[in-house]
């Protein structure tokens, strides 16, 4: 199974990104996925999840409003559009199946708020 996320960079706040995670080697449209973000020094943090069976979201509370995770099954793709992005947003972001059980997380993908 190989991940890859894409779609950092820097923005300022107020600031939109949309970052993609491409996954190979499994079928993502029966799982749930999940973005994550890990800041220096921090642990790794659910940020949203996507329920297969509805696609149902779930998002933390400092994000419910401002991000939104999608997928598209045909590409086997996961999506996580950030709109109005803080400086408390930067980290680094990995998406993974939820709950994370296996370890097959990808290099992640950068994003930098500046205020």
């Known amino acids: 199974v190989q991940v890859v996320e894409s779609g950092g960079g820097m923005v300022q706040a107020g600031g939109s990104l949309r970052l993609s995670c491409a996954v190979s080697g499994l079928t993502i449209w029966y799982l749930t996925w999940a973005w994550y973000r890990q800041t220096p020094g921090g642990e790794r943090t659910l940020v949203a999840r996507?329920?297969?069976?509805?696609?149902?979201?779930f998002y933390i509370a400092s994000v419910k409003g401002r991000f939104s995770i999608t997928k598209d099954n045909a590409k086997n793709t996961i999506f996580l559009q950030m709109h109005n992005l803080t400086p408390e947003d930067t980290a680094i972001y990995y998406c993974?199946?939820?709950?994370?059980?296996?370890?097959?997380w990808g290099q992640g993908t950068q994003v930098t708020v500046s205020s």
């Open positions: 993974h199946d939820d709950p994370p059980d296996a370890d097959y």
């Open positions: 996507l329920r297969w069976m509805d696609n149902t979201g």
